[in-house]
């Protein structure tokens, strides 16, 4: 590793990687520490045993306005790892209702959401004129903090808009369970505030992606080989056991192995859970941060890789609506034949991804009960699915997917400080202003590599003498 001030980042996720890139590419020492196998995080793709197809843990779309995101994956060398649409367009398949689709044109906003609205079939003309008064409300409050919106829920202000049972089940129950991945009873407007801004009042950025590899792919590999150029070392099997502080910082972070990292300063990358876990006891109730990260709550998310005899779709993803099920995802037409494998005999015609967001009620539930439920939403949706033979199903659980934006949560979400002046937090649960996203942990990555970067120059213009050793054994 080069000479010069060294920095540990703590999680290898996507938080953890974006940090550390911005941070080798400005020169300085880095090593990240994981505890897994694997980076990525909970966002990551893996093999199937039996199959030989590249699985997400959960499939993954992309926004036009991810700005950090892509400026990452320019960054690390992957700027083609996400095709971006021109336009933002969501196929429904509705129980009830039949087949449409939401097609917001790449226009300056609000005419993208209105032309997007306007030719919405299932909505009568009322419907269309009250679902536009929700972009012009959210229009008067851009600019502002919002803090208005923070403790009301998501559902009871759409009711004070005039907003019909049959706008949420078509138009904003859809988008902000997928956003929020949580119910839009118990959900902050604050936070959708945020993302209906970004992703449908950006105009031109107002466009899905998707990934042209598996996660790991578009972004963990990049990312490593990035980090590896320029002599940053990532140290898998690095779980961190407990960060040893003296007067006012960190001194050394202590691993499971026994192994002790010294650095100049120090990024949690770790989720809330993780990281109450290895800060001591006096800082879990005297530091306001950790009292807060504390009080979080998370939100599961069940998805579920199915394989058929012949070709269901003809979307590369169907929103399905009137059913527990709120998303199908087509993986082959979406990775094409790279993501596919030939270990199935018959071989499948077919490689899907099902969905189910907010997942209290069923990640508890077993995998055959799951599997049973989303093939009867496919059938209540997708016509074609009811002839179809199912030849192998896979159930993948992430009971703490992402943190559950519950009213009064953005004021438990830390910016990148806390008491300890070398330690700097990155992660999709600090102040972002957005719900758990890939988003969020990039920004939050970006704005922790500037912290730690000021921090060390800091230090540096004192006359503070760098670490001289980055790990040693203890």
Known sequence: MQAGPAIAVLGAGWAGLATAADLAGRGFRVIVLEKRAVAGGRAYSYTDPETGDVLDNGPHVY?????????FLRRIGAPGAIRMGRALRIAYADRERGRYRLRCPALPSPWNLLLGLLFLRGLDPGDRVRALAVGRRLRRTL?????????????DWLDRLGQTAAIRRAVWDPIAT???????????????????????????RSALGLGAFGLSDVFVGPAIRYLGDRSAEVRFGSGVARLR???????EVELGDGARIVADAYVSALPPRELLAVVPDRLRSADPVFRGAAGLETSPIVSVHLWYDRPILDE??????????QWIFDRWAILGPAGRGNGLSPAPEAGLSAVISAARDCVDRPASDIIAMVQEDMAACVPASRSARLLRARVVKERDATLSPRPGTSRLRPG???????????????????PGCIEGAVRSGVRAAAAAAGFLQGRLSSGAAPAQEVDAVG
Not at 316 to 325: A, E, K, M, Y
Not at 416 to 434: E, F, I, M
């Open 63 to 71: 926004l036009g306005c991810y700005a950090s995101t892509l400026a």
């Open 416 to 434: 990148s400080a806390c008491s300890l002046s070398n330690l700097v937090l990155a992660g999709d649960w600090t102040a972002t202003g957005l």
């Open 143 to 155: 600019g502002s903090d919002r803090t208005d919106l923070e403790d009301i829920p998501l559902r």
């Open 245 to 251: 502080v003296g007067s006012g910082g960190v001194d």
């Open 178 to 204: 997928a956003a929020l991945n949580e119910d839009p009873a118990a959900a902050s407007t604050a936070v959708f505030a945020r993302v209906f801004d970004e992703a449908f009042l950006s105009g031109a």
């Open 316 to 325: 590369p993803f169907v929103g399905l609506l009137g059913t527990r099920t």
